[in-house]
């Protein structure tokens, strides 16, 4: 068992940036593939971003290559999610989700950790 907790969320106006926070505990943090996913009103969780146990790889959503950054810092049982250049359509919940083997990065089910959420609001 792992437990997920993410901070950072808030309200920003277009162009700014967040940085989002996931701190895990329970389980050993450096054996689970950690991801950030969002849900906006009315729609279904998006995959955004994904990093490896080791960080060797990283993959984003076309959506935010470019602005967003994942990483994770495994001494501090934290990832992180750099987001700069902020646009309204970013507005969502964001959560950060784990699993040891997910396979398919992008599909929200193959995680078996999540976080309560964070809210992001981008202004225009």
């Known amino acids: 068992q792992v437990q997920l907790v993410e901070s950072g969320g808030g309200l920003v106006q277009a162009g700014g940036s967040l940085r989002l926070s996931c701190t895990a505990s329970?389980?050993?943090?450096?054996?689970?593939?950690m991801a950030w996913f969002r849900q906006a009103p009315g729609k279904l969780r998006e995959f955004v971003a994904v990093?490896?146990?080791?960080?060797?790889?990283?993959n984003y959503a076309d959506s935010v290559k470019g602005r967003f950054t994942i990483t994770r810092d495994n001494a501090k049982s934290t990832m992180y999610l750099q987001m700069n250049n902020l646009k309204p359509e970013d507005t969502a919940v964001y959560y950060c989700?784990?699993?040891?083997?997910?396979?398919?990065?992008?599909?929200?089910?193959?995680?078996?950790?999540w976080g309560q959420g964070t809210q992001v609001t981008v202004s225009s």
């Open positions: 989700a784990a699993d040891e083997n997910p396979g398919t990065y992008l599909v929200p089910s193959k995680y078996n950790y």
């Open positions: 329970g389980r050993t943090f450096s054996g689970y593939h």
């Open positions: 990093i490896s146990q080791s960080s060797v790889r990283t």
